[in-house]
């Protein structure tokens, strides 16, 4: 029945949807597909790019440690390792080809989850390719992953290394109780590659935990499940060193703590306050709210993150787990037979499970969960075929995971940000500066703003650059600092500050002129059909009678209501600025402020550069 449901005729034959050969074809079409798709979104423009995804690999590449200060506040700090390889891209190549390479990169993610579920069925004597493939497909339609795909924040780009962590121990599974060389050599291995996702990032260490504490349910005896764990832990040890442990080791012999400025609680450090940088609104705030946090959160995405999602696949696998473990405890009070689940199965739960009860209390961010939630339309098949009937679990499954992934693209998949792609990727307008070596840049942008830290790539890296008021929770000491890298440079001092851009005039700008393309504009019945659109939908937009004498009837454009002053707004921005530096001993000239263009794509950033001096 559902062998026929998925024999779909394509050309120039049939898809053979239980040949082995079609798996091997879409663990290579897949990744083109999300190559494709991220080039289709556009450059990416997320808010953590424009504050250090582009600074910190240029700090790196250019010593910037030893003459800047904070620019990008506390998030400059990070590990720039997991920046560097996008930045590269986007800096060498076109930029349509670097999101190609970046999608298809986080497209490799379905090969991962394509091998755990082949070892996971097949295991459990589902040797049927085409439920196989059925599965993983779901996997990778998963919510935050689709937000990532293109995306620089890494979040994609790690859980690379977990979920092929997790396939290297599936695929080797029937011989991990053996202590040889041979599974040593494996589990390290794996170890590895969860733990060069820690040091990326060390969010990571929640799935890299639960891999070890999962590995506790292998089925052999006490000796050799603790080996295999601490032996996995090794490997994770080794990869968490190897791209995290040259900048925790640069860290502790600058600042003396090894995860600057964070924890500083515990490593102090003049320079910053004692914090542990602990973001605690996104935790469930009651005993109730830990109880229902995946209803919680699926009803009110905006507990665990930024953007709105409308997804059920979360309250979906919840319910399922309960029922099982209600289940499981019922038929063992009861004294009745239990159907075990198969090794790798039981793995795959326990991982799942592990991992959401550490990120809960740690974390509660939604994006960190990205290699847990690719995992959950694997899970969901599994409970389903162990509270059921196998056959049923596949016919329940094709529907359900189906109409989860419709109701969220049909909710609407919101982004972390993209705009169209134009060359230069990067571009920065500047003021002609001399003695760059001599040169301090303050930047003191607007927290409503993007960040400008992302402009510092395209100056001078002699130029030093000073982060005012932004993330970093600095003290006098750090005041001081900068005032003396300022007064020790001996050159002229200048303020980066936030401009006004009005975003949605540039937007509706577009859209005029796609009107005009079509001659929506040049005619009376285009332009009825463009107020009735604007007035249909309730659109953002009004529509103006246009210059008759070149033959335009009509024009598109804002609402009087969503006109920005620009000039007003960027006199506002400036006297903030000058509120800021003012505050950390520098006297900002709002006379001698300039507005220059920048841009990410086609984002059509400014930012006003201002004349500053010490204030002694």
Not at 79 to 94: R, S
Not at 335 to 362: Q, S
């Amino acid at each position: 029945m559902f062998g026929q449901f998925f024999r779909m005729p394509v050309f120039p034959g049939r898809i053979r949807w239980n040949d082995r050969n079609t798996q091997l074809r879409a663990a290579v079409i897949v990744p083109i597909i999300f190559g494709l798709f991220s080039v289709l979104l556009g450059a990416d423009t997320n808010w953590d790019l424009y504050n250090y995804h582009v600074y910190g690999p240029f700090a790196l590449l250019n010593d910037k440690l030893d003459i800047d200060l904070a620019p990008a506040g506390f998030q400059g700090y990070f590990n720039p390792l997991l920046d560097l390889p996008v930045y590269l891209l986007n800096t060498h190549l076109p930029g349509i080809v670097a999101g190609f390479v970046l999608g298809f990169m986080h497209g490799l993610c379905f090969i991962a989850v394509l091998g755990i579920t082949r070892s996971v069925l097949s295991d459990a004597g589902w040797e049927q390719r085409w439920v196989q493939l059925f599965i993983a497909i779901f996997c990778c339609l998963t919510p935050n992953f689709l937000t990532g795909i293109g995306n620089s924040m890494g979040d994609n780009t790690t859980a690379l290394f977990s979920l092929f962590s997790i396939y290297v121990l599936m695929a080797n599974w029937s011989s991990l109780e053996k202590c040889s060389i041979r599974v040593m050599a494996i589990l390290v291995f794996a170890g590895l590659l969860a733990g060069l996702a820690v040091g990326l990032k060390l969010t990571n260490g929640v799935s890299a935990l639960a891999i070890c504490i999962a590995l506790l349910c292998y089925p052999a005896s006490l000796f050799a499940r603790l080996r295999g764990s601490f032996v996995f832990g090794i490997g994770v040890l080794i990869g968490t060193a190897m791209t995290g442990g040259y900048w925790m080791f640069e860290m502790w012999t600058r600042f003396g703590n090894p995860l600057f400025p964070q924890f500083s609680s515990i490593f102090p450090n003049e320079l910053a306050q004692p914090s542990m940088v602990a973001d605690m609104r996104w935790l469930p705030q009651s005993i109730w709210e830990y109880v229902f946090w995946p209803f919680i959160f699926s009803m009110d995405s905006h507990r665990v993150g930024e953007l709105t999602i409308r997804q059920v696949i979360w309250p979906i696998a919840y319910v399922l787990f309960i029922a099982y473990a209600v289940r499981f405890f019922w038929l063992m009070l009861t004294r009745r037979p239990t159907r075990n689940l198969e090794p790798r199965a039981a793995f795959v739960l326990t991982f799942v499970a592990v991992a959401y009860l550490l990120w809960m209390p740690l974390f509660s961010i939604i994006r960190y969960t990205v290699a847990i939630e690719m995992l959950l339309p694997l899970a969901i098949f599994i409970l389903l075929a162990s509270l059921l009937h196998e056959v049923l679990a596949v016919k329940i499954s094709v529907w359900l995971l189906p109409l989860a992934t419709a109701f969220m693209l049909i909710a609407g998949l919101p982004n972390w940000g993209h705009e169209p792609w134009a060359e230069p990727l990067y571009k920065v307008e500047q003021p002609a500066l001399e003695e760059a070596d001599k040169t301090t840049v303050l930047i003191a942008y607007v927290r409503e703003k993007r960040p400008l830290s992302w402009m510092i790539s395209q100056f001078s890296p002699t130029i030093a650059f000073i982060g005012i008021e932004n993330s970093f929770a600095g003290t006098e000491k750090f005041l001081e600092k900068a005032r003396s890298i300022a007064r020790s440079r001996g050159g002229k001092i200048y303020v980066m500050a936030s401009a006004e851009t009005s975003k949605r005039a540039r937007r509706m700008q577009r859209f005029a002129d796609t009107a005009d393309l079509l001659g929506l504009t040049a005619s009376t019945s285009g332009c009825g059909l463009l107020k009735a659109a604007v007035e249909k939908f309730d659109l953002r937009a009004a529509v103006y009678d246009g210059d008759r004498t070149d033959g335009v009837l009509c024009r598109l454009g804002l609402r009087p209501q969503d006109e920005v002053d620009v000039s007003a707004a960027n006199k506002e921005y400036v006297e903030l600025a000058r509120q800021m530096v003012g505050r950390a001993g520098f006297t900002l000239d709002p006379q001698s402020c300039t507005t220059y263009a920048a841009s990410i794509g086609g984002s059509g950033e400014s930012y006003q550069f201002c004349r500053a001096t010490l204030a002694d």
